[in-house]
């Protein structure tokens, strides 16, 4: 991600909260069909102010999440919220950050379309995926409706949400196992597993 996309997020951080609509209900659902064991280490891309946190606590019970911005003002409101009791929060671009441990899961949540090499970013980021482990990319919103929000600033506008199976493509050629495709108008899930050594 560019230093563009930094200083909007890092702008836009003080007020994010309070301007975002978290639809929890469909969030909730879309996070309880990750198989995603109870204690595990989650890592949380493009994390924001932290909107993932009470629901991975509260569906999977991590035993550490965490959290990678690209935007610090964004990481600090989330350290403000929820304090460093289990979360870890990295500054750093997706695309090159080195993680001292691997996660069980890996979630993207409203994060995907801003990593500017999407493929490279996957394949990076799979290199800290436990095997087994869990690669989901997802919104609670539509592709086209992500698209044309993007499409409305000159920061954003070119930070696209490719088709679902354009993903699940890329995906598979970094050796998961799809699990699920879902590119519909009312959300946008796609779900991989790495797969063990045979």
């Known amino acids: 991600m560019s230093q563009d996309i930094r200083a909007f997020f890092n702008e ?7 301007v975002q609509e978290v639809p929890e209900g469909k969030l909730r659902a879309l996070l309880s069909e990750l198989p995603i064991a109870r204690g595990g280490v989650i890592l949380d891309v493009g994390s924001g102010t932290g909107v993932l946190v009470p629901f991975l606590r ?13 935007a610090e003002a964004m990481l600090a409101e989330a350290r403000k919220k929820f304090g460093d009791d289990g979360i870890r929060y990295v500054h750093g671009d997706a695309k090159d ?28 980021l799979c290199a800290f995926l436990k095997d087994g482990g869990v690669f989901a990319i997802l919104h609670t919103a539509s592709r086209e409706y992500i698209n ?22 890329m995906l598979a050629s970094l050796g998961l196992s799809v699990l699920i495709v879902r590119d519909t108008p009312e959300e946008y899930l796609v779900l991989g597993l790495k797969k063990g050594v045979q």
């Open 97 to 124: 950050v080195v993680f001292a441990e691997t996660f069980d899961a890996i979630v993207c949540y409203s994060s995907f379309p801003h990593f500017e090499d999407k493929k490279g970013t996957l394949r990076h």
């Open 12 to 18: 836009k951080a003080p007020f994010w909260d309070a």
């Open 58 to 70: 509260e569906l999977f019970a991590p035993s550490l999440i965490v959290e990678l911005d690209i």
């Open 148 to 169: 044309a929000l993007h499409a409305q600033n000159e920061v954003t506008r070119n930070h696209l949400l490719p088709e679902g199976n354009e993903v699940a493509r």
